[in-house]
């Protein structure tokens, strides 16, 4: 059972765009969400994180805004630079003996052209 | 500081062999936990450990296990591969929730591949 559903699978974006990338989730027990980004032969790095009790956080470019009632989060990307191209997931995990492992969405994979 | 470190970094194995890869934490994290990264399957919870002990289990067989060494580093060991379980095989390190956050650090991964 996919808990965490990503949007698009791949996205092209030139450079100065926004990239915008799109998670639902089903189990409100969730109580973190964060996004890792991840190039190629390297691991996944935490990238930006946000907690149900804000709607929003901006770091730097990076902002994820976040609908609990929608359930549904997105990371937006602005002013995209080709160091950006890479695959982003979102995730989310909740506190409990069976939780802290994190749920992953699928992936987006994202190219922004110079 | 040294971030998670895993090995090795390629593994070639054949059909009904034995595998196992090693992790280590970041220094200070007493928890670890492993998840499988298959091509078009995105990133899949495998097991997790914390001082010590398994707290938690995916979706996977007992063929999959490992364990947790007193420092902290862990190893999993695969039993009877098969083609499906070539991934890269990520481990990752946390000091457990603070302040409701779940921060998880990645190693690089391990490539198994099954022939």
């Known amino acids: 059972q996919q808990q965490v559903k990503q949007s698009p699978q791949s996205l092209i974006v030139q450079k100065g765009g926004i990239s915008i990338i799109n998670c639902a989730y089903e189990?409100?027990?969730?109580?973190?969400f964060p996004w890792y980004q991840q190039f190629p032969g390297k691991g996944p790095a935490l990238l930006i994180a946000?907690?149900?009790?804000?709607s929003e956080k901006k770091e730097g470019r990076f902002t994820i805004s976040f609908n609990k009632s929608a359930k549904q989060f997105s990371l937006h990307i602005m002013d995209s630079q080709p160091g950006d191209s890479a695959t982003y997931f979102c995730?989310?995990?909740?506190?409990?003996?069976?939780?802290?492992?994190?749920?992953f969405g699928g992936g987006t994979r994202v190219l922004v052209k110079p | 500081e040294a971030g998670v470190t895993q090995s090795p970094t390629h593994l070639i194995k054949t059909r009904g062999q034995q595998a196992t890869l090693r992790c280590s934490p970041i220094?200070?994290?007493?928890?670890v936990y492993w998840y499988q990264q298959a091509l078009g399957l995105g990133l899949q919870f495998l097991l997790w450990?914390?001082?010590?002990?398994?707290?938690n289990r995916g979706n996977f067989p007992p063929r999959f296990s490992g364990r947790q060494f007193p420092n902290y580093s862990s190893e999993l060991n695969v039993n009877a591969l098969e083609l499906e379980d070539s991934a890269l095989y990520l481990c990752?390190?946390?000091?457990?929730?603070?302040?409701?956050?779940?921060?998880?650090?990645f190693g690089a991964g391990t490539r198994l591949s099954v022939l």
């Open positions: 450990y914390d001082e010590g002990e398994e707290r």
């Open positions: 220094s200070g994290h007493t928890s």
């Open positions: 946000i907690r149900p009790d804000v």
């Open positions: 990752a390190s946390s000091s457990g929730i603070e302040r409701g956050k779940n921060i998880q650090y």
């Open positions: 189990n409100t027990a969730f109580d973190y």
């Open positions: 995730a989310a995990s909740a506190r409990g003996a069976a939780g802290n492992k994190l749920t």
